[in-house]
C-alpha cells in the first residue's frame, strides 16, 4: 500500500510514500526491488499498472518514496493526501486505515487510538539491524498487506503510515503507525535531495543533547474537548563538543525552538526529534529556554550531520 503526498497533477506525476520493508528486496543487488509497479484505487486491473521509480529510502525509519509519471495518473481521480499534526493527536480519537490487506484490494477499517506515541524495538526490513521506531498504537484491523498504507483522522486527513502488529495468540487489537510528522519529515527530505540514481539516501542535522520529561499533566481543552498530555521538557545531558555543547546547560527546560520563520513548541520528549527532522546542516536555532527561573534565548548553528540507513 502506499499513500500520494506530492503531485504535479497537470504533468501525470505523483510521490507515495510508503514503507520501505515494503519495496525491499533481499535478493536485489541494492536490497530494494527492481520491479515496482503501481496501481492506483479503482484501476487495479491488468494493464492500468504504473512504473513506479524507487526515489530513495530510509530503512531504520522504515519510509521510502516512489515516483511515478504517466497519463494513467494525470487522467485519473486520484490525488494527494491532506497532511495533518500528528502532534495533535490524542486517547480515543477516531482512525481510519486504508489498505491492500493480504493482497485482497483496497478496503478499510476504523478504530481508535490506543497510544498516540510510544517507541517499539523492532527489526528492520534486513531482518538484521535492530531500530527503535516511533508509532501511533491503534486498535484498527491492519494485516499483511496494509504495510504503507494511510492512516487518517475523521477529516480525512493523513496522520500516519500503517508499518506494524504484534501477532500473538494473547494479543488481540495492538496495531501501529509511524506518525505523519516523522513520515512527512522523512519523505520530504527524500523528494528534496535524492535522486533516485546516485543519491537514495538522506541526512539528519544532529544537536548534541539528551532531554527528559521534568513533568507531565493532561489538560482539557474546552475549545476542541480534548484532552492532551502536556510534558515539560529538560535538558539531562549534552554531548561534549556537540553544537550544543556550551550553549545549552543541564536542567535547561525547553519552551519552544525557532526554524526559518516557524516555531515549534516543546511539549514531549518527541517533539525536538520531530522538529529535527525537518532540519538541515547549517540552520541556525533559537532555543526559547527557562534558565534558573529565568527565560533565555539561545542561538544553535547546527554545524554536524549524519547519514540516515
Excluded: W
Excluded at 516512489?66 to 487522467?75: A, F, G, H, R, V
Excluded at 486504508?98 to 478504530?111: D, L, M
Excluded at 538522506?202 to 480534548?226: F, H, M
Excluded at 527561573?293 to 544553535?300: A, D, F, H, P, S
Aim: hydrophobic residues 40%; glycine residues 8%; contains cysteine.
Amino acid at each position: 500500500s502506499g499513500v500520494i503526498i506530492e503531485e504535479d497533477k497537470e504533468n501525470g506525476i505523483a510521490y507515495i510514500v510508503t514503507n520501505y520493508h515494503v519495496i525491499y528486496d533481499a535478493n536485489s543487488d541494492e536490497g530494494i526491488s527492481k520491479n515496482i509497479k503501481v496501481y492506483l484505487y479503482g484501476n487495479e486491473y491488468t494493464g492500468s499498472e504504473i512504473i513506479a521509480k524507487y526515489i530513495g529510502g530510509a530503512m531504520t525509519y522504515d519510509i521510502a518514496v516512489l515516483k511515478i509519471e504517466s497519463d494513467i495518473y494525470k487522467n485519473s481521480g486520484a490525488y494527494k493526501c491532506k497532511i495533518a499534526n500528528s502532534q495533535d493527536l490524542s486517547v480515543g480519537d477516531l482512525v481510519i486505515a486504508i489498505g491492500n490487506p493480504e493482497a485482497q484490494g483496497i478496503s478499510v477499517t476504523s478504530g481508535i487510538i490506543s497510544v498516540p506515541n510510544e517507541t517499539l524495538q523492532m527489526r528492520a526490513a534486513d531482518e538484521k539491524t535492530v531500530v527503535n521506531t516511533r508509532v501511533i498504537r491503534i486498535d484498527a484491523a491492519v494485516n499483511s498487506g496494509n504495510s504503507g498504507g494511510g492512516l487518517f483522522n475523521e477529516n480525512a486527513e493523513l496522520i500516519g503510515i500503517v508499518n506494524a502488529k504484534s501477532v500473538d495468540t494473547s494479543i488481540e487489537g495492538m496495531c501501529y503507525s509511524i506518525p505523519i510528522n516523522v513520515a512527512y519529515a522523512i519523505a520530504r527530505k527524500i523528494i528534496d535531495t535524492c535522486d533516485g540514481l546516485n543519491n537514495k539516501t538522506i541526512t539528519k542535522a544532529v544537536l548534541g543533547i539528551n532531554v527528559g520529561i521534568a513533568e507531565s499533566k493532561s489538560e482539557y481543552d474546552p475549545i476542541t474537548e480534548r484532552t492532551l498530555i502536556k510534558q515539560k521538557i529538560g535538558i539531562s545531558s549534552i554531548n561534549v563538543g556537540s553544537c550544543a555543547y556550551n550553549k545549552l546547560k543541564e536542567n535547561d527546560i525547553l519552551i519552544n525552538l525557532k526554524i526559518g520563520d516557524t516555531v515549534y513548541e516543546i511539549n514531549s520528549v518527541y517533539s525536538i526529534e520531530d522538529a529535527m527532522l525537518l532540519a538541515k546542516k547549517g540552520d541556525n536555532i533559537t532555543f526559547t529556554v527557562i534558565r534558573d527561573g529565568v527565560i533565555e534565548y539561545i542561538l544553535v548553528n547546527l554545524d554536524t550531520e549524519i547519514e540516515i540507513k
